[in-house]
């Protein structure tokens, strides 16, 4: 059984049974494998952009025998499926919020993909406004903290129509702001200390530029704290 990290395995736990799954950005391909092995995924495509990342991902395949399962593509994002693939279910993880956009926004390639499972590093109200804007509902939502890291997961499934979110569900997260679970309130706690530094270098520059993105950033900071503690 392949061993793979705490974040994926909790991607992967949103598949749907079975589902036949592209997994965009793959890496070493582990995800897919993992799917694969634990009956999460029934096929999977495993794809990324970059020569030395594909070879990784062909050589993990190949060692743990699922090339018949696992067909791994060389090519930018989802431009490398095809309609017969059938992919029912996609992933895109460890890249930004708005690259991940970019790559949904080739819809010709979703096909009759009804989950979208995405995880971004940062900007993940691009994620959700994209969701949102496309008739993807959110149905879940966790935060990851490993290696001293934190990740968001987000779960689109496509509906007909999509209620339209607050300013506030597409920055925090509709259901991640209902629960306000210990790692979402450690999460903000980071974001704000991250801020809080950043405004001291803006202050030290002393220019007016600086002045003012420091004073947005204090907004920011103070609506950050409405959420935690209001």
Not at 71 to 94: F, N, P, Y
Request: with cysteine; proline share 3%.
């Amino acid at each position: 059984m392949i061993p793979i990290s705490q974040r994926l395995q909790m991607i992967a736990s949103y598949l749907p049974p079975h589902t036949r799954m592209a997994d965009i950005g793959t890496d070493h391909a582990y995800l897919p494998c993992f799917a694969i092995q634990n009956g999460f995924a029934s096929y999977a495509v495993a794809s990324d952009v970059v020569v030395g990342p594909y070879e990784s991902a062909r050589q993990t395949v190949a060692d743990y025998q699922l090339t018949q399962k696992v067909d791994v593509r060389l090519g930018s994002g989802i431009q490398t499926l095809r309609a017969e693939d059938k992919i029912e279910t996609i992933t895109i993880s460890g890249m930004g919020g708005k690259l991940i956009t970019d790559i949904l926004n080739d819809t010709e390639h979703l096909f009759a993909v009804e989950t979208l499972i995405l995880q971004p590093n940062m900007g993940a109200h691009f994620v959700r406004t994209w969701l949102q804007m496309h008739n993807f509902m959110i149905t879940a939502e966790t935060i990851v903290h490993e290696n001293e890291k934190f990740y968001e997961i987000i779960v689109g499934k496509k509906q007909a129509t999509v209620a339209p979110l607050s300013s506030a569900e597409l920055q925090f997260g509709p259901h991640l702001l209902r629960e306000k679970s210990a790692e979402f309130q450690a999460f903000w706690q980071q974001e704000i200390a991250k801020r809080q530094y950043q405004i001291a270098q803006m202050q030290a520059s002393g220019s007016q530029a600086a002045q003012l993105k420091a004073s947005e950033m204090q907004a920011e900071i103070e609506k950050i704290e409405v959420v935690l503690h209001g």
